[in-house]
């Protein structure tokens, strides 16, 4: 969400926009270069919820005199927001909601909206909380609006509403909203007391972050490498997953390596072998992405893992059966060697049943001991799919054509 400055959209996108997409490198050359004057108009105007998003990216010359500028109020909301990690309903939530006391009538609470003149943005509904702040329930809008105006909101709310706990974690936050099909829903801490609310349009920023995070992942790369990111920044990150890549290269080669005589003596084993590791690969990044998109959303977890391993192990059986099939008949007539079809057809079904089982189970054995799976989850399958297609391709032209 972007806070708006009318007649000075300049200093508002330095300080909102560009901030939240540009690297600490740029975003510290756009500080330097702006005076300290500009940005503190700029953040002054802002939400706190917004602000907070900036606020680390500030200078203490600005951040000082903008706290201190700050009505107690909308501090207090800052700091709310500030003691919970950016990827909790906490770190997400907005501060403006609207709250309302059961004892008022309808009558009441119009009159009331209509002092304010404007509702936050994405507002369906208003919370009611008691004296202590502590979360009631919820009055609808649309009953507001349809029901008799001398009815008290004690008699027209609803009081069993989902709230999202202040430490929910933004996945879930994504995962409830998806389910229920909400529009917003209150925050809340342990003892019930409202601390905001989270919208829909922040569902969908969370959305689009797990989007990229996934993309990005499948080449090993993270938020942070980004594309305005300082060439030495990226070549480190982008290094690591080189060189562990290159080490699963290797271990692919050592299994080659290991049938060379049998490479040798019939050429046609090179020429097929990469159709093998292919297959393999392909099938089981299908199967990969899947899943990791499952544990992304909440649909995969105990209760349901064994079903989806099974379901995953029958279509990697049959799709194995179906390629073999049609890649041994593919082999016999570029080749003439009814063995070398058997035996390539024989190799995709190994390799295409290990890709769905290596697929399915990757990513909850790295979850399991806190691995991102987008990010390492594509390296390991490539290498699992290597070296069982090789191994199994080659080593069964050893036994049956040299023998």
Do not use: C
Request: aromatic share 6%.
């Amino acid at each position: 969400m972007s806070g708006s400055l009318p007649g000075s959209w300049l200093p508002l996108a330095i300080v909102g926009d560009v901030l939240a997409y540009v690297n600490d490198e740029v975003r510290s050359g756009l500080i330097k270069n702006t005076s300290v004057e500009t940005l503190l108009t700029a953040a002054e105007n802002l939400d706190p919820d917004d602000l907070v998003d900036i606020l680390p990216d500030l200078p203490e010359d600005v951040i000082n005199p903008l706290l201190h500028a700050m009505d107690v109020q909308d501090r207090h909301r800052l700091e709310s927001i500030l003691q919970y990690p950016d990827d909790t309903a906490g770190g997400l939530m907005n501060i403006d909601s609207v709250t309302i006391r059961p004892d008022v009538t309808l009558d009441v609470v119009l009159r009331y909206l209509r002092f304010r003149g404007k509702l936050p943005d994405t507002t369906d509904k208003l919370f009611v909380v008691n004296r202590e702040d502590k979360l009631l329930g919820a009055l609808p809008l649309s009953s507001l609006l349809t029901s008799d105006l001398d009815l008290t909101v004690a008699e027209v709310f609803t009081p069993d509403i989902k709230s999202l706990g202040a430490m929910t974690s933004a996945r879930e936050v994504a995962n409830i909203f998806e389910k229920r099909d909400l529009i917003s829903a209150p925050v809340i801490d342990e003892n019930s007391k409202l601390l905001g609310r989270i919208t829909i349009d922040d569902v969908v920023d969370i959305i689009v972050s797990e989007a990229e995070h996934s993309f990005l992942g499948r080449a090993g790369l993270d938020e942070e490498d980004d594309i305005f990111s300082p060439v030495i920044r990226s070549t480190r990150r982008r290094s690591v997953w080189l060189g562990i890549n290159l080490l699963t290269a290797l271990l692919a080669s050592w299994v080659i390596g290991l049938f060379q005589a049998t490479i040798e003596h019939i050429v046609a084993l090179a020429v097929l072998s990469p159709i093998v590791a292919s297959m393999g690969g392909i099938a089981g990044s299908q199967t990969l992405t899947l899943v990791i998109r499952g544990l992304a959303v909440g649909q995969v977890g105990k209760a349901n893992v064994l079903r989806l391993f099974n379901k995953e192990l029958l279509v990697g059986v049959l799709n194995g059966i179906l390629w073999s099939v049609v890649i041994g008949i593919l082999a016999y007539l570029w080749f003439g060697s009814l063995k070398l079809g058997a035996i390539i057809a024989m190799a995709i079904l190994v390799n295409l049943m290990m890709a769905a089982i290596a697929g399915a189970t990757i990513p909850l054995i790295l979850q399991r001991f806190g691995a991102d799976p987008a990010l390492a989850g594509s390296v390991v399958l490539t290498t699992v799919t290597d070296v069982v297609g090789f191994f199994s391709f080659l080593g069964l032209a050893t036994l049956l054509l040299l023998h």
